[in-house]
């Protein structure tokens, strides 16, 4: 079963025909609070992206940045606070069936410095705000901690153990 993603901004492949795209995504509230708590995040603020839609090879390059506020929990102190995730989107497509399209059969050498092969698309349509999501999930921090905030642990010193000997 198919669920119906929280936040969707579809493009027509159709549409690039005349050249470069440029859009700008802004959430709106209730968006934000069912991303929140996709994401496990007590709030997100604010969330937009500019992002620009090319064409690359026979499919499609979208680049551009996105930008949002979210308000965590320091898994130090416990302090609620706010804090910007901002990152570049960088994803390349081509249609199932391209010749450009990464052959399964190839085991591929991962360079960190090389471009990410690009996905494939099922059919005509690129769901931009989907891959801002992508995007955002993976610059979270998964154990925010207030600017500054340093976990400085000390074991106890407990002479009470039988260990101890």
């Known amino acids: ?10 493009f027509r492949m159709g549409d690039l025909a005349r050249g470069p795209v440029n859009l700008r ?4 509230e209730a968006t934000r609070t069912a991303l929140a708590r996709h994401l496990g995040l ?21 680049g551009g940045r996105f930008e949002a506020v979210v308000e965590q929990e320091s898994g130090i102190s416990l302090e609620i606070f706010d804090q910007t995730v901002e990152g570049p989107l960088e994803v390349r497509l081509v ?9 399964p059969e190839v ?10 092969p690009p996905e494939i698309l099922q ?10 999501v992508e995007h955002l999930a993976v610059e979270l921090d998964p154990f925010p901690r207030l600017p500054g905030e340093t976990f400085d642990y000390q074991s106890p010193q407990d002479d009470d153990s039988p260990f101890a000997v």
Do not use: C, F
């Open 1 to 10: 079963m198919n669920q119906a993603p929280i936040w969707s901004h579809r």
């Open 25 to 28: 995504l802004e959430a709106d």
């Open 42 to 62: 007590r709030k997100i603020k604010s969330l937009t992206a500019d992002v620009r839609v090319r064409p690359w090879l026979d499919g499609a390059e979208i």
């Open 95 to 103: 249609p199932a069936g391209s010749p450009n399209a990464p052959d």
């Open 107 to 116: 085991e591929i050498e991962l360079d960190p410095d090389a471009p990410d």
């Open 123 to 132: 059919g005509d349509v690129i769901d931009l705000a989907a891959y801002v």
